[in-house]
């Protein structure tokens, strides 16, 4: 029976099982095409998000009175439904472009990003900027040597929380032929052939279980004073 | 003068008053100064106009005669040290890291700085061990041995103490004191001490500048002064009423007149013992035998064996009563006189005997101004 010869069925069964591996071994190319296309949306979308957010916290921690209009923006991009901005931007870039789906994607990650860098910066102890500059230290050495590090496992976490949505949030850029993973979901959805749709559907899952413990370990690899207090409080 | 603070003023933006009104104050070289005063009396903002971290209205301050103004800030200040109370380690570098900061900043070779730091932890008296941790696996007092030893990383000659012990339990404070005055005594630095703890100023400072709000200063006295002499009810009142008891805590045995008391060698005849008890009005004779003090007895055991015809050296003695070294506060020989149930102490002068101390030789030197503060002081 092939996966063609089944367009009315429903129903999950005997016949149309939740996976079949003889189709997983088969179409392995296009699994492994999608997973790396899921991981390259993401990381587009992570850098971009990463380097504007970056930009945008510089510009919050210096002048503050721009943190509430940035914060203001950065929400209301939030919001946005993501189909809606998908769509209204595939007659922008050409729904062929990945700056399509990189766009909107990079859009959603921008205020958790920016918050937690900000916060970051902010929850540098007072008496530990005291100390830098009654030391001689100069600001822009303190910012990169001592505020950053310091700001760096609340970074990590905005970075993880970001991460996370975004490779749930590539899925649904399948309604532009992008998507990754998303478009063995929606490919299997359309012809109700469920292997297909459970693949994409539990390896966006893990993909997103396993970049998450990735960032993790980097973050704890980059913070390693806070590594060795867990150790010690437990 | 290592210090030298003329006519300084400093008047924050939207303030009513100016935080400190024409202030000029000399401090010398090797010498611990504490600004003490109420909060909000301008002592932190005058200590942190010292290495520009607040830049002064008006006024000019001097280090060893030259003007703060005339380098750039970060240069002044790696050449000064900065104690905080919250210590302000950097809680991502190791402790050896952190003793760093300065001679990293300022270009040193690596083995020099590491020799450095070496020294430096074994200097403020801390296992070496602990070079390779992070701060928060530090207890508050490790942390702020050292916050010191990053101040001092760079041999700098004025070093600048904010509130520095005042974060930590009053035992864990009071022996970082006494090693801050041990280390004094080995690095002779210039510091300027801010404190609100009238016990801290007198137990560290060499001079104390008893601020009012406005870095006006009431008084400028060594600690011993500041007790004796307060100028004005001010003064009266910032250190309170007990200063009599804290003076006893600022001199030691050592600043009194020492006299023999009712003492005599093991070899003195009958007829010397006598003189002693008579001209002591005593009631008990003390012994040395070699110069140390033996023990004592009662002067009718005296008598009693004079009768029999036994010598001084074998009279029934008692083990020695309350012996107090020169060192020692004339605050810890009262309460030893106190406790021990006797009206006297010995002295015990590293084994030998150097006299002894009573209740009213306390008494008297408190009420006179005979203490000399320059050897007595402690």
């Known amino acids: 029976m092939t996966p063609g010869s089944l367009p009315s069925s429903l129903v999950a069964g005997a016949t149309n099982p939740i996976i079949r591996w003889e189709w997983v071994v088969e179409e392995w190319d296009q699994v492994w095409q999608a997973i790396v296309e899921h991981v390259t949306l993401t990381a587009m979308a992570m850098a971009l998000g990463l380097i504007v957010s970056a930009v945008l916290a510089a510009i919050a921690i210096r002048y503050r009175w721009t943190m509430t209009p940035i914060t203001a923006t950065t929400s209301l991009i939030y919001t946005l439904p993501s189909v809606a901005l998908f769509a209204l931007l595939a007659p922008v870039f050409g729904n062929l472009s990945r700056w399509t789906a990189v766009l909107p994607l990079a859009g959603y990650t921008l205020l958790i990003l920016v918050t937690n860098i900000v916060a970051g910066f902010q929850a540098v102890p007072p008496s530990v900027r005291d100390a830098a500059d009654g030391m001689g230290m100069s600001r822009t050495r303190r910012v990169w040597t001592v505020d950053l590090p310091l700001a760096i496992p609340f970074i990590v976490t905005g970075i993880r929380i970001a991460t996370v949505s975004t490779v749930g949030l590539v899925t649904v850029a399948a309604i532009i032929g992008q998507g990754g993973l998303g478009r063995l979901i929606f490919s299997g959805l359309r012809r109700a052939f469920w292997t297909p749709m459970t693949v994409g559907a539990s390896l966006s899952i893990i993909l997103a279980l396993v970049i998450d413990a990735v960032i993790l370990v980097i973050g704890l690899w980059l913070a390693p004073w806070q590594r060795r207090r867990k150790a010690a409080a437990t | 003068m290592a210090i030298r603070l003329t006519g300084v003023t400093k008047e924050f933006d939207g303030a009513s008053s100016a935080a400190v009104d024409n202030l000029s104050l000399d401090i010398e070289r090797g010498t611990i100064m504490a600004l003490l005063g109420p909060s909000g009396c301008g002592k932190t ?15 000019t301050i001097e280090i060893n005669g030259v003007d703060v103004m005339s380098q750039s800030a970060q240069e002044l200040r790696r050449g000064i040290g900065y104690v905080i109370q919250q210590v302000g380690l950097f809680p991502h570098r190791t402790i050896a890291s952190n003793i760093a900061t300065v001679p990293t900043m300022l270009g040193w070779e690596k083995a020099r700085t590491s020799a450095r730091v070496e020294e430096l932890t074994t200097l403020v008296g801390l296992d070496h061990e602990m070079l390779d941790r992070y701060p928060d696996e530090l207890s508050g007092g490790q942390q702020q041995r050292v916050g010191v030893a990053r101040a001092l990383a760079a041999d700098p000659p004025v070093l600048l103490m904010d509130e520095p012990f005042g974060a ?15 280390l004094q005594n080995k690095v002779s630095k210039t510091i300027v001490l801010v404190t609100h703890d009238v016990d801290e100023a007198l137990r560290v400072a060499d001079r104390i500048a008893l601020m009012n709000v406005g870095g006006v200063i009431e008084q400028l006295a060594t600690p011993d002064e500041l007790m004796r002499d307060p100028a004005n009810d001010f003064v009266k009142s910032f250190v309170g009423e007990d200063r009599g008891l804290r003076r006893l805590g600022l001199n030691a045995v050592s600043a009194l007149r020492y006299h023999q008391g009712p003492v005599v060698d093991a070899g003195a005849t009958y007829d010397d013992a006598e003189q002693a008890i008579a001209r002591e009005g005593s009631d008990w004779l003390g012994i040395t035998i070699d110069g140390r003090f033996a023990g004592w007895t009662k002067v009718p055991e005296v008598r009693a064996a004079r009768a029999n015809g036994t010598v001084l050296a074998e009279v029934q003695r008692f083990d020695p009563i309350a012996q ?14 106190m406790s021990s149930n006797s009206s006297v102490a010995v002295i015990n002068d590293s084994g030998r005997f150097g006299g002894v101390v009573t209740l009213e030789d306390i008494r008297r030197a408190l009420s006179s101004a005979d203490i000399e503060a320059a050897d007595g002081t402690i």
Request: glycine share 4%; proline share 7%.
């Open chain 2, 45 to 59: 903002t005058t200590l942190r106009m010292i290495n520009r971290l607040i830049e002064p209205t008006a006024g």
């Open chain 2, 168 to 182: 930590v339990d009053p035992i864990v404070r009071g022996r970082l004191q006494d090693e801050l005055l041990d």
């Open chain 2, 324 to 337: 107090i070294e020169p060192s020692s506060t004339l605050r810890a020989a009262m309460e030893l006189i």
